[in-house]
């Protein structure tokens, strides 16, 4: 038998010296193998010393232990549990060590031994507590994760070995029919094999994007008063991920959600994914191809999101599609919006980027602009926003 190796987590490639220091702090010094958000889901043909991937659990040992950095980030909601636990099934007979976050919202020891049991051992590395617990069998938590699970490296793979075809042509038609509305005739429906590179960055940007927006939003939901049973729009929804994540969260008590999205590869890429699990969400997981500037309804709703995309829209356009959407929010439903502050570091998007100012002069038409954090479950006052990334919220007053 080999070596028990140091499996450790972390967020970029670039904090690895220090998430392999606290891993050596907390666990001892041994054997040690770096996986990112930024790592290869597939193998790569190029790399010497490829780094793996947090959501590939691809060479990595019943018996060996999942080190979980705190750059991280862990929230307490259904998907983050559903996250560890998959994380904990890597290492059935290891451990898992799991930071400690105390930000409102945050993942804390207790979340931990209410899931896992009392852990076995707790260190405190700087301002930081780990606890180490045993790991268990996967079991599925009813989340985009067991999607993920399931399915998530077959439709990498087959987003890689794919060879152009459009989306007209394709049997996923047929398969996903009623996941559709009749599609706008400006939907990009053309399709091209995806390289590793793309697919893994992409795949990672759609799961960590959606699990930390939920987590957050669910709690917008409560803290705001959404209207009970709300159905959902989600404007530029991608693969609809944040639409379906809530809907599995049976708690939120939300009826169904429209995605509105202008390249079929998101959604298509969404459908693969949910497989025959998206079977549980009936007719109420939909989406709209097409450019949401095109959209009109008189169906009410009771939550909004527009979840960087906005961007994407001609300006005059984004404001005509949040009338369309504003005006089909039910009394006291919510309206919220996150996009990414013009920042320089933001060099591909840099030109359509919203500032502070212009963003909340589009919002604030329609009411009071409420500030919620991006990575903490608390509102922020307005000075306290700066030029932050977070979320602002309008309630729709009856
Ligand atoms: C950065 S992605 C965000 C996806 C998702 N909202 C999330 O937060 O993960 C932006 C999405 O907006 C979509 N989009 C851009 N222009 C659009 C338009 N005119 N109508 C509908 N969707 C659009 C893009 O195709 C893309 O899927």
New binding site residues.
Partial sequence: MGAIMHQVFCRNNSQSTEALAVADAVLGKGDRRLLTTQGDLLESQTAEAPIGHVLAPRSIAADDDVFLHDTLGLFDSPGYHALLRFWASFVPNGRIVIPEFSMAGGFGGSHAEAMFGPASMSKEIGKRRYHVHDGCPWQPSGSIVDWWARRGMDVVQRQCDSTPWSFEESKISLETAARFEIPGDEAIRSMAALGITEASSTWS??IW??LA?VAVIRWIIGEFDAPATAGHL?????PG??GAELLLDASLGVSHSLG????AR?PWSGCLLAGSDAASLGSRWRFRL????TWRSSSPVGIC?A???LL??PRS?AGAVLDEAWSNLEPGGLLIV?ENMKHRRFVQDHACMFDRGELERMLGRYGEIRFVGATSCRHLTAAEVGEKTIFRIVVKRG
């Avoid at 989600?234 to 991608?238: E, S, V």
């Avoid at 097409?290 to 500037?293: E, I, M, P």
């Fill in positions: 940007y759609q994007a959606a927006k989600d404007i530029g929804a991608g991920l944040i509105l999205e202008i390249d998101g097409g450019s949401a500037a999101t979840l960087g995309s994407y829209l356009e996150h």
